[in-house]
């Protein structure tokens, strides 16, 4: 069994960016779609970007702003987020797309104004 493990979460400023990481302890190369899911406080977690192949979706509220990118070589996926607003902020997952994985422990992503 796949395990993920997300980082690169932080605190920033409204307008900053920052590069989420998410490794998997297995192989990805043969999972086809990756993406990353956000949970808000007191919100239910939400799909925002998915990689499948060379191709890639986004959630329209982050369209634009964030980029999702994959090294099957390192088993991680990436996802830079440019532009933050205050609504971004929220527990960063990633998993398969939709979510079959065990859920990581996710990453924390605070944007202040």
């Known amino acids: 069994q796949v395990q993920l493990v997300e980082s690169g979460g932080g605190l920033v400023q409204a307008g900053g960016s920052l590069r989420l990481s998410c490794t998997a302890s297995?192989?990805?190369?043969?999972?086809?779609?990756m993406g990353w899911y956000r949970q808000a406080p007191g919100q239910q977690r939400e799909w925002v970007a998915f990689?499948?192949?060379?191709?890639?979706g986004y959630t329209d509220a982050v369209k634009g702003r964030f980029t999702i990118s994959r090294d099957n070589a390192k088993n991680t996926v990436y996802l830079q987020m440019n532009s933050l607003k205050p609504e971004d902020t929220g527990v960063y997952y990633c998993?398969?797309?939709?979510?079959?994985?065990?859920w990581g422990q996710g990453t924390q992503v605070t944007v202040s104004l």
């Open positions: 998993n398969t797309f939709p979510g079959r994985l065990a």
């Open positions: 297995g192989s990805i190369f043969s999972i086809n779609k």
């Open positions: 990689a499948f192949g060379s191709s890639s």
